[in-house]
């Protein structure tokens, strides 16, 4: 449902309009987090001054308040909540200070991209706002999986650096660097176990992909995973894995317990499903980046390793959002893989010069526009969620 909340988009667009230029002043060789510092206080503000925006909001102002109350309560989520209380923080105000933990850590992945900031700060804003504010829990917990994320990148680089060296004498920032990462898993999940699959998915491609995976086979993929895919997957198949997740943890177990609605065709629900011609857009300007992200990376040099991990990474979001779209709790786990599509569409924004050549590839790269689609939706058609905290008259703290 379209709507116009002038607020609101105000708002949303100043939020944009900063981390610009907090992008263009780091990508001119200024400061990082005198230039990150800005977009840091907007976005908390921004986020933590809503009022009832996300599904799951008044519950967890309650959450907040009493606790999780339930046995899959999850330790270090209460322990922060218990420490912000300790501090005065309230059940609405806890959200600034969730958004501010989200974006230091965010902006302390992004520290490595700073060539490729001016474009890779605004959109990665673009593509995980609606996830800091659709799942909670779950975005306090991711900010731990970006910190994750970066961890295993140095230990990746360390290697690289010293791939005959490093098992014969002691390497002080390899084994620090593993200790970060253990510490920033277990923080995780000690927050929201949901995102368990993906640092092991992404852990995976660091260390078992070395070069990006062709287009030729991806974008045959996208098409058939698109338009063709709910003919032949049978979702039965997927029950015995997930009644083994649910023997082995609670978190899981409260979905394998209802797994006929979860993972059947009696859990499917056309809400999450494409228009026609929105789907096909999405084909289209995904295929064009699946193209010219390859054409970038194809060559694998030094400067280019860290960068496909990610790229590989998107693709698997994709071809499993594609995929289970219409089932929510599968939809979840691959669209926040996919959101790391603003890496590799960052890197071609920047290379446009030396990618797009012909003509086609001119017409390809009109494509790209899609990845604005899901922004414009988050500002123009979310009917009654574009409410702050000023828009209500009871007292909040």
């Known amino acids: 449902m379209f709507n116009f909340d002038f607020d609101y988009l105000l708002i949303n667009l100043c939020l944009l309009l900063i981390f610009y230029i907090s992008g263009r002043n780091i990508s001119n ?9 800005p977009s840091i206080i907007a976005f908390s503000l921004a986020q933590g001054l809503r009022y009832g925006r996300g599904n799951d909001y008044f519950s967890y102002v309650r959450r907040f308040l009493f606790g999780l109350n339930d046995e899959r309560s ?3 989520y209460e322990f922060i909540n218990d420490l912000l209380k300790t501090m005065g923080v309230g059940g609405y105000s806890s959200f600034f200070f969730y958004a501010l933990i989200f974006s230091v850590c965010f902006f302390v992945l992004l520290k490595r991209f700073v060539k490729y900031a001016e474009y890779l700060v605004p959109l990665f804003m673009v593509a995980f706002i609606a996830l800091n504010e659709y799942q909670v829990r779950q975005a306090l917990s991711f900010s731990f999986v970006f910190l994750f994320m970066n961890s295993c990148l140095d230990i990746s680089n360390v290697y690289i650096r010293n791939k005959t060296l490093w098992l014969k004498r002691f390497n002080y920032h390899f084994i620090l660097n593993l200790l970060y990462a253990g ?6 999940s000690g927050i929201h176990k949901g995102n368990i699959p993906i640092m092991l998915i992404f852990l995976f491609f660091l260390i078992f992909t070395k070069f990006p995976f062709p287009y030729y086979i991806t974008i045959p993929l996208v098409v058939f995973c698109s338009f063709f895919i709910e003919k032949f997957l049978n979702l039965d198949w997927f029950l015995p894995i997930t009644s083994r997740l649910g023997d082995q943890d609670e978190f899981f177990a409260s979905y394998t317990d209802n797994s006929d609605k979860w993972f059947s065709v009696e859990g499917m629900d056309d809400k999450y499903a494409r228009d026609n011609i929105v789907q096909i857009f999405e084909a289209f300007g995904n295929s ?7 054409k970038y990376l194809k060559d694998n040099n030094n400067e280019k390793k860290q960068y496909i991990p990610f790229y590989n990474f998107y693709i698997f979001g994709l071809l499993f959002l594609l995929s289970f779209r219409k089932l929510e709790i599968m939809q979840r786990i691959g ?16 290379y446009r010069k030396l990618l797009v050549k012909s003509i086609w590839e001119k017409i390809l790269f009109i494509g790209l526009l899609f990845f604005l689609y899901n922004y414009l939706k988050y500002l123009f058609m979310r009917g009654d969620m574009t409410l702050f905290l000023w828009d209500t008259n009871l007292i909040l703290l």
């Open 29 to 37: 060789g200024e400061n990082y987090w005198k230039c990150a510092t």
């Open 74 to 76: 999850q330790p270090i």
């Open 183 to 188: 510490i920033y898993f277990l923080i995780a």
């Open 288 to 294: 064009a980046l699946l193209y010219f992200g390859y």
């Open 335 to 350: 669209n926040d893989i996919y959101d790391f599509w603003c890496i590799p569409l960052s890197l071609v924004l920047y």
